[in-house]
């Protein structure tokens, strides 16, 4: 059984675990009218507040329910908005203090050769802004010679420490990747027909020596990744204040995570095949949940992954012993090449909301590039403005009023929440679609979305 | 993008030894459970309850959105047909629930509870065991008061709990908890690796957990 079981009994075989220092509060009964009021006349909502034995007081329309003498009255059917109710409830709480504290959220962005850019982003989701914890979900860019490294991890969102492993995991991973990959290089002027894709059966190594490297490196990495994740969990031994926190020392399954890397190269450069982009390679490797896919010029849709799954939803995998064996990794390497229009790598919670791939992840891409984070446009902020008129200003400089000038061109600009005057805003988002994909994950609306987001895409900006 | 449920069971023993006090705190208990769980954005947003009440017979309020959820009225009378309550539950999960597809993310795992405070009057047996061969979800017992037989209740699923008595206070701690058991599963739904138990909060002293 866990360590975690404290309050079961030792010689108890029950499968619950029972999470310690947290228990049910137990108010004393106080209302006495409540428990004498007539059971057969249903009580409106309005009525409860007064028998509030629990402390809770949320804002809700009066209800009233039809009884019935013969079982428990139906439903009746009342105009709900779910998500304007959850709204007001949602606190947002900040970043508690303590170790390994992990930012709100973050972004990054690359431009690349090849009119290619790779940006990510990740932001702490509402369960975790609710809670007062930390983001659990981590990512990583990296470039080298022709290569692009991504990492991608999700911390175990049961396991109090898990965004150690995350960060550990991705950090360590591409670590690996950028030392392989550095000075291996394809070489010049070769080809590569379907069948330089070949790979040995059973064990999943490729025939071709250059790719099989490539794979070699993937696995390597997924291995470091799990070695550090233990380290950081033996550094963090010794320490009370983990110990305190989970009740039992610190071990590396507290540190639980998943883990998705994949690294990208262009094969030809754009022209070479009388295609308009150029000809990309992606290698992928993982554990766990979220997805890693490769949209085409054709919209067509690659998954480079088979998310690990069990027969509910929220049941997956993470780094551990048994997955970085051989057997494992010889199934959990993907390869494509193609003309890369974007290359995704997501957590769950941002790949559960683009369910069923095929299909939604084209949606995602068409989002994307409406809200001018992918694609071939240079981002503008969508907020009016009005033309300055340079004559009443020039009048008005010429007068002395400066401070007059400065109302003047902020009434005229109409900015009322920015700060900073619109043009700098446009600079600034020109400049970043980093920061605008941190913004659009922290506000996009799924119903029962609330985990932490974390999205990194590779993309061409090739006109379509 | 399909919305993912927590699918909440409750099955409530409405038979005649319910009647005065215990069923009225099992009322109250149901109002506090709506009312608490109503007051949280993730139970909001994820959790569908159904109300399976049996006596002589069974009867289900159908799987629906916790802000749409009417409380129940319920009156205690005649026997105690579990096996119905059972058979009900099963043939409802199935049809309810849905599974993860290719196409689709599916449900999260369903939360049943079950509580009786005496011995069902029905053929229950077989129903039981269909039930765990469908494994429907997790399954928590509650043996209420002296009359009830936990060990019956281990032939329905692994986790079991036992009150002592029926009075309005161990009822309505046993509501807490289980309101507090769903809005912690709707909190951590997130993943747990595909061996990990149940996490539930620690049961209050009126709760004893049969090993």
Same mark, same amino acid.
């Given at each position: 059984?866990?360590?975690?079981?404290?309050?079961?009994?030792p010689?108890?075989?029950?499968?619950?675990?029972?999470?310690?220092?947290?228990?049910?509060t137990?108010?004393? $009964?106080?209302?006495?009218?409540?428990i004498?009021?007539?059971?057969?006349?249903?009580?409106?909502?309005s009525?409860?507040?007064?028998?509030?034995?629990?402390?809770?007081?949320?804002?809700?329309?009066?209800?009233?329910?039809?009884?019935?003498?013969?079982?428990?009255?139906?439903?009746?059917?009342?105009?709900?908005?779910?998500?304007?109710?959850?709204?007001?409830?949602?606190?947002?709480?900040?970043?508690?203090?303590?170790?390994?504290?992990? $930012?709100?959220?973050?972004?990054?962005?690359?431009?690349?050769?090849?009119?290619?850019?790779?940006?990510?982003?990740?932001?702490?989701?509402?369960?975790?802004?609710?809670?007062?914890?930390?983001?659990?979900?981590?990512?990583? *860019?990296?470039?080298?010679?022709?290569?692009? *490294?991504?990492?991608?991890?999700?911390?175990?969102?049961?396991?109090?420490?898990?965004?150690?492993?995350?960060?550990?995991?991705?950090?360590?991973?591409?670590?690996?990747?950028?030392?392989?990959?550095?000075?291996?290089?394809?070489?010049?002027?070769?080809?590569?027909?379907?069948?330089?894709?070949?790979?040995?059966?059973?064990?999943?190594?490729?025939?071709?020596?250059e790719?099989?490297?490539?794979?070699?490196?993937?696995?390597?990495?997924?291995?470091?990744?799990?070695?550090q994740?233990?380290?950081?969990?033996?550094?963090?031994?010794?320490?009370?204040? @983990?110990? $305190?926190?989970?009740?039992?020392?610190?071990?590396?399954?507290?540190?639980?995570?998943?883990?998705?890397?994949?690294?990208?190269?262009?094969?030809?450069?754009?022209?070479? $095949?009388?295609?308009?982009?150029?000809?990309?390679?992606?290698?992928?490797?993982?554990?766990?949940?979220?997805?890693?896919?490769?949209?085409?010029?054709?919209?067509?849709?690659?998954?480079?992954?088979?998310?690990?799954?069990?027969?509910?939803?929220?049941?997956?995998?993470?780094?551990?012993?048994?997955?970085?064996?051989?057997?494992?990794?010889?199934?959990?390497?993907?390869?494509?090449?193609?003309?890369?229009? %974007?290359?995704?790598?997501?957590?769950?919670?941002?790949?559960?909301? @683009?369910?069923?791939?095929?299909?939604?992840?084209?949606?995602?891409?068409?989002?994307?590039?409406?809200?001018?984070?992918?694609?071939?446009?240079?981002?503008?902020?969508?907020?009016?403005?009005?033309?300055?008129?340079?004559?009443?200003?020039?009048?008005?400089?010429? %007068?002395?009023?400066?401070?007059?000038?400065?109302s003047?061109?902020?009434?005229?600009?109409?900015?009322?929440?920015?700060?900073?005057?619109?043009?700098?805003?446009?600079?600034?988002?020109?400049?970043?679609?980093? %920061?605008?994909?941190?913004?659009?994950l922290?506000?996009? @609306?799924?119903?029962?979305?609330?985990?932490?987001?974390?999205?990194?895409?590779? @993309?061409?900006?090739?006109?379509? | 993008?399909?919305e993912?449920?927590?699918?909440?069971?409750?099955?409530?023993?409405?038979?005649?030894?319910?009647?005065?006090?215990?069923?009225?705190?099992?009322?109250?208990?149901v109002?506090?459970?709506?009312?608490?769980?109503?007051?949280?954005?993730?139970?909001?947003?994820?959790?569908?309850?159904?109300?399976?009440?049996?006596?002589?017979?069974?009867?289900l309020?159908?799987?629906?959105?916790?802000?749409?959820?009417?409380?129940?009225?319920? +009156?205690?009378?005649? +026997?105690?047909?579990?096996?119905?309550?059972?058979?009900?539950?099963?043939?409802?999960?199935?049809?309810?629930v849905?599974?993860?597809?290719?196409?689709?993310?599916?449900?999260?795992?369903?939360?049943?509870?079950?509580?009786?405070?005496?011995?069902?009057?029905?053929?229950?047996?077989?129903?039981?065991?269909?039930?765990?061969?469908?494994?429907?979800?997790?399954?928590?017992?509650?043996?209420?008061?002296?009359?009830?037989?936990?060990?019956?209740?281990?032939?329905?699923?692994?986790?079991?709990?036992?009150?002592?008595?029926?009075?309005?206070?161990t009822?309505?701690?046993?509501?807490?908890?289980?309101?507090? +058991?769903?809005?912690?599963?709707?909190?951590?739904?997130?993943?747990v690796?595909?061996?990990?138990?149940?996490?539930?909060?620690?049961?209050?002293?009126?709760?004893?957990?049969?090993?």
């Open positions: 059984m866990s360590a975690d079981s404290r309050e079961v009994k010689e108890s075989r029950s499968p619950v675990v029972f999470r310690p220092g947290e228990s049910a137990y108010a004393p $009964d106080q209302q006495s009218s409540c004498a009021a007539d059971e057969n006349k249903a009580q409106p909502q009525d409860s507040s007064s028998c509030d034995l629990l402390g809770a007081a949320p804002s809700l329309p009066a209800e009233g329910s039809s009884t019935s003498t013969n079982g428990p009255s139906v439903a009746e059917e009342t105009a709900w908005d779910v998500r304007q109710e959850a709204e007001s409830l949602w606190k947002q709480l900040p970043v508690p203090d303590g170790p390994d504290q992990h $930012d709100e959220s973050y972004s990054q962005m690359i431009p690349l050769p090849n009119r290619m850019k790779v940006i990510g982003s990740s932001v702490r989701g509402k369960k975790h802004k609710h809670e007062g914890s930390n983001r659990d979900d981590w990512f990583e *860019i990296e470039t080298i010679g022709s290569w692009t *490294i991504i990492a991608v991890a999700d911390g175990a969102g049961s396991k109090k420490f898990s965004r150690i492993g995350a960060k550990e995991a991705c950090q360590s991973a591409v670590a690996v990747l950028k030392r392989e990959l550095a000075q291996h290089e394809f070489a010049v002027g070769r080809v590569w027909p379907g069948e330089a894709f070949a790979m040995v059966p059973q064990i999943g190594f490729f025939k071709d020596e790719l099989d490297f490539i794979r070699a490196a993937l696995w390597q990495a997924m291995r470091v990744a799990w070695d994740v233990q380290a950081a969990a033996i550094m963090r031994m010794g320490d009370p204040h @983990y110990e $305190d926190l989970l009740g039992h020392r610190i071990q590396s399954s507290d540190l639980s995570t998943t883990l998705i890397i994949a690294v990208h190269t262009v094969l030809e450069d754009a022209g070479r $095949d009388s295609h308009s982009a150029p000809l990309s390679l992606v290698m992928s490797c993982s554990v766990g949940d979220g997805i890693a896919a490769f949209i085409d010029m054709d919209d067509r849709i690659e998954l480079l992954m088979k998310p690990d799954s069990g027969a509910f939803p929220g049941e997956t995998e993470f780094l551990s012993d048994e997955m970085v064996k051989t057997k494992q990794l010889s199934a959990r390497v993907h390869s494509f090449k193609g003309h890369l229009k %974007a290359l995704f790598v997501m957590t769950d919670g941002v790949a559960d909301d @683009y369910l069923p791939y095929v299909n939604e992840l084209n949606e995602l891409y068409r989002e994307l590039v409406s809200k001018r984070i992918v694609g071939d446009q240079q981002p503008v902020p969508d907020r009016s403005w009005k033309p300055i008129d340079l004559t009443k200003m020039a009048r008005q400089l010429e %007068a002395g009023l400066e401070s007059g000038v400065k003047e061109t902020d009434e005229l600009l109409g900015s009322s929440s920015a700060s900073t005057a619109p043009s700098e805003e446009l600079a600034k988002d020109a400049e970043d679609p980093g %920061a605008i994909l941190e913004r659009w922290d506000s996009y @609306y799924v119903r029962g979305s609330f985990d932490d987001r974390t999205l990194v895409t590779l @993309y061409s900006e090739v006109p379509q | 993008m399909a993912r449920r927590l699918p909440v069971y409750l099955l409530l023993d409405c038979s005649g030894s319910m009647t005065g006090e215990p069923i009225e705190a099992v009322r109250q208990g109002r506090a459970l709506l009312t608490d769980l109503k007051g949280d954005p993730m139970a909001l947003e994820t959790a569908y309850l159904s109300i399976i009440t049996f006596d002589s017979t069974a009867r309020q159908p799987l629906t959105e916790l802000g749409k959820f009417k409380e129940p009225s319920l +009156s205690a009378s005649g +026997s105690t047909a579990l096996g119905a309550a059972l058979k009900l539950l099963r043939e409802n999960v199935k049809s309810d849905k599974k993860p597809t290719e196409t689709q993310k599916g449900d999260w795992k369903p939360l049943i509870f079950l509580m009786t405070d005496g011995q069902p009057t029905d053929s229950w047996q077989h129903e039981a065991d269909e039930l765990k061969n469908a494994r429907p979800g997790n399954i928590i017992a509650c043996a209420a008061g002296p009359n009830a037989d936990s060990s019956m209740l281990k032939q329905i699923t692994e986790i079991v709990v036992q009150l002592n008595d029926l009075q309005p206070d009822l309505k701690a046993f509501f807490k908890w289980v309101t507090s +058991s769903i809005r912690t599963t709707s909190q951590g739904i997130g993943q690796s595909n061996d990990t138990p149940i996490n539930l909060p620690p049961p209050p002293p009126q709760i004893q957990i049969v090993p």
